[in-house]
């Protein structure tokens, strides 16, 4: 492969210039008129404006970034993620036009990318999922047997969900009537359908996801998994590997179980399989990702492989040499999301122009980011300014350096995340490893405002 | 150096046709820079640290055409690619070009055409007036937004 065109922007876009620049491939960056000073767009061997800033006229145009590639004459795309990296119709466009798409074929990626379809995959391949009923269930009598077979407590869905509405957690028969009208009348409001299906409720389930690679010719390995847990509005902000939870023997039996079913599809390529952890230790599949991820960076610093330079090898049709074997978790890494909101006023997002950009350094820290010292930070797309990963020989290692790092972190002019990570770096629930999907509300709950909405002492 | 000596700078610039002024003392740095016709605008900045680094231009990529300077002339005005692709100046390689230098356009007129995914598709101009200048030669690649025609509007 002689060059690669990424039809992404940010910090993934850097990602995969530097993965090429150290194949010696060329690059070719895309972008919108909003992102003319960005990072990725200098740094590229290569330059195409593909439209005005909004997302919908530029970095979703599958036809000015197909032409793109055209007039370049590149080998293959690279979609990053998020954008176009998950739509089956460009994957499908890129090999009607010769070009390579970085990921797994078009066929994978729409199966994966159906919910229902995904679990019916994963069910067929012996993957235990959330148990609850094959559609939406619209009488009482039916679903409250629904419900009783699937095991209490039971969260009702709106078919048509979203954002947490039209969803009810029933405790056990007595409260399912009533929970169940409810459910469906707030549906019927919110998104216009009453229809509802049953699942069971996992209870502070930790989000444990699986990375796999597969080669062209038949070989899936895992590397390992990341804990996923502390989340806001179901929005990772610290992912960290490998997870506090996992015993070995999960770990190896959670990882077989990924293998097989990337195997029973014909995965290729990077991707990632998520799953929800109870308590007691019962997986079950929530979803796949058909793409490289943004936490991709914390199975890098415990692995040492890396990720986007195997995509592209991939691609290229080499053979995967590594077997399962051969995957070594070493040390500890923790990633914290650095985005561009005010933890004082809700998260809200902070956009705008920073001032001195200041990142920390030292043993053990990696920080990818496309921000600078004057860089604008466009309104029109993510609040990512920087993902930062430090690895230690141990967690209590990892945590303590990712605190002294995040408390050497400038970013002036703008509002970010750093105070908020920083506290949750000292927090006792967090260090102990208890963190579920339920902590992070928990934690602004019980920690003073004062101690993650402020700027970090230097 | 204070916000009076600032203004003096400024309106030293601006009496001149000076573009570009930097200045260093002991730990104060200003530069300003100015939109001159003829040139690409930049924001003014003022820097008390070592300067940040300062926002570079878009790396011209070989393959492309550079950017046009903007028209200082407020009644010429630029038709500018809508999409990526290639750029034919004429319908097919027998025939004259759509439009040269002189010829008269309405807003419905095709100016060019570019190549997209093997479909041709036929611009149109959008301006009424008079083709200025051809900016683009014919067969090169082009990117959104990149300036194609001057046009003197009428």
């Given at each position: ?16 210039i530097?993965?090429c620049?150290?194949l010696?491939?060329k ?13 990725h ?6 330059a195409?404006?593909?439209?005005p800033g909004?997302?919908k ?9 197909i032409s793109?590639?055209?007039?370049t004459?590149v ?28 990921g ?6 729409r ?8 679990r ?12 609850g009923?094959?559609g ?8 409250i ?12 869905k709106?078919?048509?969900?979203g ?10 028969a ?7 009208e ?18 069971k409720?996992?209870e502070?389930?930790?989000?444990i ?8 010719h ?17 929005q ?12 070995p ?13 990337a ?7 990077a ?29 890098e ?5 890396d ?10 049709g ?8 051969d ?6 890494a ?18 705008g ?11 053990g ?8 010292s ?12 920087a ?9 209590q290692?990892?945590?303590?350096r990712?605190?002294?790092a ?15 990570c920083?506290?949750?770096?000292k ?30 002492l230097? | 150096?204070d ?7 400024v ?20 530069r ?5 016709p003829?040139?690409?605008?930049v ?5 008390p ?11 011209a ?12 002339d407020p ?16 319908p ?9 230098v002189?010829?008269p356009?309405?807003?419905d007129s ?21 083709v ?5 030669a ?17």
């Amino acid at each position: 492969m002689n060059k690669i065109l990424i039809a992404n922007r940010g910090e993934i876009a850097l990602r995969v210039i530097r993965a090429c620049r150290e194949l010696g491939i060329k690059t070719v960056a895309v972008y919108s008129q909003a992102d003319e000073q960005s990072l990725h767009v200098q740094l590229a061997d290569e330059a195409v404006c593909i439209g005005p800033g909004p997302s919908k006229d530029s970095y979703l145009r599958e036809d000015r970034i197909i032409s793109a590639a055209e007039i370049t004459n590149v080998d293959a795309i690279h979609p990053g993620y998020g954008f176009l990296s998950e739509r089956a119709g460009f994957a499908e466009k890129c090999a009607a036009a010769n070009i390579k798409f970085i990921g797994p074929s078009p066929e994978v990626i729409r199966k994966m990318g159906d919910k229902a379809v995904a679990r019916q995959t994963a069910a067929a391949a012996k993957v235990p999922c959330v148990p609850g009923t094959d559609g939406p269930v619209d009488n009482q009598r039916e679903a409250i047997k629904e419900a009783q077979r699937i095991g209490f407590p039971v969260i009702v869905k709106a078919v048509a969900g979203g954002g947490g509405k039209g969803m009810r957690i029933v405790h056990n028969a007595a409260a399912f009537a009533k929970e169940f009208e409810s459910a469906r009348a707030e549906a019927d409001k919110a998104f216009g359908d009453a229809r509802v299906y049953i699942e069971k409720y996992i209870e502070q389930p930790r989000h444990i996801e699986f990375q796999l690679l597969g080669d062209e010719h038949g070989k899936v390995i895992h590397l390992g998994e990341r804990d996923c847990s502390v989340q806001r509005r179901h929005q990772k902000l610290i992912e960290e590997s490998p997870s506090p939870f996992l015993t070995p023997k999960l770990r190896e039996e959670m990882g077989k179980v990924s293998v097989k079913l990337a195997e029973t599809i014909g995965y290729q390529n990077a991707g990632t399989i998520e799953f929800l952890v109870d308590k007691n230790g019962k997986y079950y599949f929530m979803e796949m990702n058909t793409r490289i991820q943004v936490e991709h960076g914390v199975t890098e610093e415990v692995t040492d492989i890396d990720l986007v330079r195997r995509q592209i090898l991939i691609a290229c049709g080499e053979k995967l040499e590594l077997s399962q074997k051969d995957i070594k978790m070493t040390g500890h890494a923790i990633e914290c999301r650095i985005n561009a909101e005010d933890p004082a006023r809700n998260f809200a997002p902070s956009p705008g122009t920073i001032g001195l950009y200041y990142t920390p350094g030292g043993h053990g820290i990696r920080v990818d980011s496309h921000c600078y010292s004057g860089y604008v930070i466009p309104p029109l797309y993510d609040s990512m300014v920087a993902k930062l990963i430090s690895v230690g020989a141990t967690r209590q290692k990892a945590l303590d350096r990712m605190h002294r790092a995040l408390g050497e972190y400038i970013i002036r002019g703008i509002h970010t995340t750093i105070p908020v990570c920083r506290a949750i770096m000292k927090d006792p629930a967090f260090r102990q490893g208890g963190a579920t999907t339920k902590y992070l509300e928990d934690f602004f709950e019980r920690t003073p405002k004062e101690l993650w909405s402020a700027a970090p002492l230097t | 150096m204070d916000l009076i000596k600032i203004k003096q700078v400024v309106d030293l610039m601006k009496k001149s046709d000076l573009s570009e002024f930097e200045i260093q003392d002991q730990d104060f740095k200003l530069r300003i820079k100015r939109d001159v016709p003829g040139r690409a605008p930049v924001a003014a900045q003022a820097a008390p640290l070592a300067a940040a680094p300062a926002p570079v231009a878009p790396a011209a990529p070989a393959a492309l055409a550079p950017a046009a300077p903007a028209a200082a002339d407020p009644s010429i005005k630029v038709v500018t690619s809508p999409m990526v692709g290639t750029y034919y100046c004429t319908p097919s390689p027998e025939n004259p070009p759509f439009v040269t230098v002189g010829s008269p356009i309405k807003a419905d007129s095709v100016v060019c055409i570019i190549e997209a995914m093997k479909v041709m598709n036929e611009i149109q101009s959008e301006i009424s007036g008079t083709v200025v200048e051809c900016l683009v030669a014919n067969g090169t690649s082009v990117e959104f937004g990149q300036p194609l025609f001057r046009v003197k509007v009428s």
